[in-house]
């Protein structure tokens, strides 16, 4: 009789999730010293998230392991209804922060056509240079990893309690412009929500990233002129993340925190 030996998994497979961390967060962090020679330059790299799970995937998987992971990117043909909620709901919670904002003092934005373009701009490099390289290494590589042992809700706020953290550069350089408590909330509520996209879309990144985006690009359009005023400025952020997070539980009452996907047999991965 043939015994079959089975090669042992490598270190990088058997500490992918602290390997994964620990590049995510090296990489993104490596110019935040610069940040002491330029205050107005950026202090966060958005590439780390991405980077670092491709050196992970490579280094435990090799290439058809990467090649399962950079799939993800392609799966784009969704019903599109979720392109509506994708663009929709991230429209929808920061206007209605905008308005809570104006009831507090805050003066009505007067806004043009060319607007418009601004926002499609914002989105469109927002999905390059923030929601590819992040939400390749958040949803594509750490959630699924997570949800193999653990329901989806709580995988959800593992990758939350690792994405928080990991703005600590651009909180601590401007602390201003993201009041730490709501933002908390804020990024825990859409981790859950980002995660319901994912796993409802059978691992659609192209989803995922485009909610990211646009939530990133609309609170920055009609948050952005309030930073001056204290009081309407942190009642924006905190109906903001107020508003994520009753979206969020809505989603987990609805759907189920074991798969946050509604009847589905199991979470995407």
Same mark, same amino acid.
């Given at each position: 009789m043939?015994?079959?030996? #089975?090669?042992?998994?490598?270190w990088?497979?058997? #500490?992918d999730?602290?390997l994964?961390?620990?590049?995510?967060?090296?990489?993104?962090?490596?110019?935040w010293?610069?940040?002491?020679?330029n205050?107005?330059?950026?202090?966060?790299v958005?590439?780390?998230p991405?980077?670092?799970?491709? +050196? &992970? +995937?490579?280094l435990?998987?090799?290439?058809?392991a990467?090649?399962?992971?950079?799939?993800?990117?392609?799966?784009?043909?969704v019903?599109p209804?979720?392109?509506? &909620?994708a663009?929709?709901?991230?429209? $929808?919670?920061?206007?209605?922060?905008?308005?809570?904002?104006?009831?507090?003092?805050?003066?009505?934005?007067?806004?043009?056509?060319?607007d418009?373009f601004?926002?499609?701009?914002?989105?469109? &490099?927002? =999905?390059?240079?923030?929601?590819?390289?992040?939400?390749?290494?958040?949803?594509?590589?750490?959630?699924p990893?997570?949800?193999?042992?653990?329901?989806?809700?709580?995988?959800?706020?593992?990758?939350?309690?690792?994405?928080?953290?990991?703005?600590?550069?651009?909180? =601590?350089?401007?602390?201003?412009?993201?009041p730490?408590t709501?933002?908390?909330?804020?990024?825990?509520a859409?981790?859950?929500?980002?995660?319901?996209?994912?796993?409802?879309?059978?691992a659609?990144?192209p989803?995922?990233i485009? !909610? #990211?985006?646009?939530?990133?690009?609309?609170? #920055?359009?009609?948050?952005?002129? $309030?930073?001056?005023?204290?009081?309407?400025?942190?009642?924006?952020?905190?109906v903001?993340?107020?508003?994520?997070?009753? !979206?969020?539980l809505g &989603?987990?009452?609805?759907?189920?925190?074991?798969?946050?996907?509604?009847?589905?047999?199991?979470?995407?991965?």
């Open positions: 043939t015994v079959q030996r #089975h090669r042992p998994r490598s990088a497979a058997r #500490h999730i602290v994964y961390l620990v590049l995510a967060y090296l990489i993104s962090w490596s110019i010293p610069l940040v002491l020679l205050p107005q330059s950026s202090p966060l958005p590439f780390g991405g980077l670092a799970a491709v +050196v &992970v +995937v490579l435990a998987g090799g290439r058809r990467l090649s399962g992971l950079l799939r993800q990117l392609g799966r784009w043909r019903n209804a979720w392109y509506v &909620v663009v929709g709901v991230p429209l $929808l919670i920061p206007g209605l922060a905008l308005c809570a904002a104006v009831a507090t003092g805050a003066p009505v934005p007067r806004w043009d056509p060319s418009l601004q926002i499609a701009g914002s989105i469109a &490099v927002t =999905i390059v240079v923030v929601g590819l390289f992040e939400e390749l290494g958040w949803r594509g590589f750490l959630l990893r997570l949800q193999a042992d653990r329901s989806a809700l709580g995988a959800a706020l593992t990758v939350g309690l690792a994405w928080l953290p990991w703005h600590l550069p651009e909180v =601590i350089s401007d602390p201003g412009q993201r730490l709501p933002f908390a909330v804020y990024i825990f859409q981790s859950v929500l980002l995660a319901w996209l994912y796993n409802s879309t059978q659609s990144l989803i995922v485009l !909610f #990211h985006a646009a939530f990133n690009s609309f609170t #920055h359009f009609f948050l952005a002129d $309030l930073q001056g005023q204290p009081l309407p400025y942190l009642v924006a952020w905190w903001l993340a107020g508003l994520a997070a009753l !979206f969020a &989603v987990v009452l609805r759907a189920g925190s074991r798969n946050l996907v509604r009847g589905a047999a199991g979470p995407a991965g």
